[in-house]
């Protein structure tokens, strides 16, 4: 079982709208609560980026390029951290990765596809 489960990818028209979950199956209560969390996205023949993080005590950042657009959040209870993505652009076309930071390893799920395209 994966350390990370991403889902909600798909295919939008531009201005749509999608909403990312990644669950963290295999990890207890306690650890989720106090780990970072991100999404990063990679686009074909391009390295991945960062897209959003949120630190264990709710610190936020974004890139430029999504601020405005996009909001990360997260639900420790339901070790569940989200990526609201609105405003959908073609240039957002990428897989999209979750990733959880504990104590300074990184876990990284399998990705889901985001296509943005008439």
């Known amino acids: 079982q994966r350390q990370l489960v991403e889902s909600g990818g798909g295919l939008v028209q531009p201005g749509g709208s999608l909403r990312l979950s990644c669950k963290s199956p295999r990890t207890i209560f306690s650890v989720f609560s106090i780990s970072d969390l991100g999404w990063y996205r990679q686009a074909p023949g391009k390295e991945r980026d960062l897209v959003a993080t949120i630190t264990s005590s709710g610190s936020i950042n974004y890139a430029d390029s999504v601020k405005g657009r996009f909001t990360i959040s997260r639900d420790n209870s339901q070790r569940l951290v989200f990526l609201q993505m609105n405003g959908l652009a073609p240039e957002d076309t990428a897989v999209y990765y979750c990733?959880?930071?504990?104590?300074?390893?990184?876990?990284w799920g399998q990705g889901t596809q985001v296509t943005v395209s008439s």
């Open positions: 990733n959880r930071n504990s104590s300074g390893r990184d876990y």
